[in-house]
């Protein structure tokens, strides 16, 4: 019998990583070939673009301008592939793109809405008008993991503070970001995640916008018919779905993490399950207990949900919101530690490489297109092991 991808390990010592699975041949030649063209395609100021909502067809990576979003995604798909800015085969692509985008923050002025002066771009119109400014964030906090003590640090950690004030700022009333694109959804579950990750290396982030971060993301769960609710995912259960579930993804670790140790320490019973009360016995305080059994009953019940094969169809056809919302799927996996993203991606890598061009890149057919964002998402999904913790 044919044994999954997954039944060997092999430790293996990439940046940022502790004890990820060995990837088969097929999964290292497909990020092989996918590196090797996205090197190609960066652009001569260093960012790459994704191009134009009003110009879908173009596909040449170097008739497009290059915008802070796919930059963003790239480099962290370049992080994840083991390149940072101090080692790896494309280091030099590394350094030079993050210049890039350092600059672009640096220059940004407070008349100047997006983190950017393109108006239009992909991203942009699907994802919404702050993204540029929240994969910026995304990029430069995974960034300070790897090099906390580079000579850049105060660089980075200035941008970073500028980024996050004005992803705060704007927020709208319900917790949801303005100008939210085509799925208003995506752009929420990046925008609390950007501020989730700033935060966890040292940047100050408002509680309160953090908070009705959570209180929105759960609004798109109904909890009576445990179904996801897609008034703002454009009508797509994936998007919905793969929104809400990332972004209760760390407060359903951390209610699954109190509940494992109270029942260590004797506080509660193997058998308990997973509830407010219990949490309370655990020792946490009402309010808090009643958030964290909901973030993990949302979670539990996205996660599961997300994975049908109905669900994962998308809006019918791959584009880069497609790739994304496995990607926030995944990731969300990730978190909650286990073996149960092993099937996630024994599952997931065949259909990503199984759309893979033979130039090594991919690409959308409807909204984002691009296949330099595409082929940035799919790269982060295919290495996504090599951020797993311990």
Not at 108 to 119: I, M, N
Not at 236 to 255: C, F, G, H, Q
Not at 337 to 358: F, L
């Amino acid at each position: 019998m044919m044994k999954t991808i997954f039944e060997l390990e092999n430790p293996s010592s990439l940046p940022g990583s502790l004890h990820q699975p060995e990837l088969p041949v097929t999964v290292k030649e497909s990020i092989r070939t996918a590196l090797q063209w996205m090197v190609k395609a960066q652009l001569p100021e260093g960012g790459w673009g994704a191009g134009f909502h009003a110009r879908q067809d173009v596909m040449d990576p170097h008739a497009v301008s290059a915008d802070p979003a796919t930059t963003s995604l790239v480099l962290l798909s370049l992080l994840r592939t083991g390149n940072t800015l101090n080692s790896g085969p494309y280091k030099q692509e590394v350094n030079k793109a993050t210049i890039f985008l350092l600059n672009a923050v640096e220059q940004w002025t407070e008349d100047q809405p997006r983190l950017t002066t393109l108006s239009g771009t992909q991203p942009q119109q699907k994802l919404g008008q702050n993204i540029d400014a929240i994969l910026t964030t995304q990029y430069l906090t995974t960034l300070l993991k790897y090099h906390n003590r580079h000579p850049w640090k105060a660089r980075i950690d200035r941008a970073l503070q500028k980024c996050v004030k004005r992803i705060e700022r704007e927020q709208d009333h319900d917790g949801n970001w303005k100008g939210g694109g085509w799925a208003p959804v995506l752009q929420s579950a990046l925008a609390d995640q950007a501020l989730e990750n700033a935060k966890e290396v040292g940047i100050e982030v408002d509680s309160d916008v953090m908070k009705k971060s959570k209180m929105y993301q759960k609004s798109n769960f109904d909890m009576e018919t445990k179904s996801a609710i897609t008034g703002k995912s454009a009508g797509v259960l994936l998007y919905s779905l793969s929104s809400t579930t990332r972004s209760s993804a760390k407060e359903a670790k951390k209610a699954r993490v109190i509940l494992e140790n109270a029942k260590k320490e004797g506080k509660l019973k193997a058998e308990d399950e997973m509830n407010e009360e219990n949490l309370q016995r655990a020792g946490i305080a009402p309010a808090e207990a009643k958030e964290l059994a909901t973030a993990y009953m949302i979670n539990d019940n996205t996660r599961n949900q997300s994975t049908r094969d109905d669900v994962m169809t998308g809006f019918g056809s791959n584009g880069g919101e497609e790739l994304i919302s496995y990607l926030l799927t995944g990731e969300s996996i990730m978190l909650q530690g286990g073996n149960e993203w092993r099937s996630w991606y024994e599952t997931m890598h065949k259909r990503i490489i199984a759309i893979q061009k033979n130039d090594g890149s991919w690409e959308g057919h409807h909204c984002i297109t691009s296949p330099v964002f595409c082929t940035a998402a799919a790269l982060l999904i295919l290495s996504i092991s090599n951020d797993m913790e311990e």
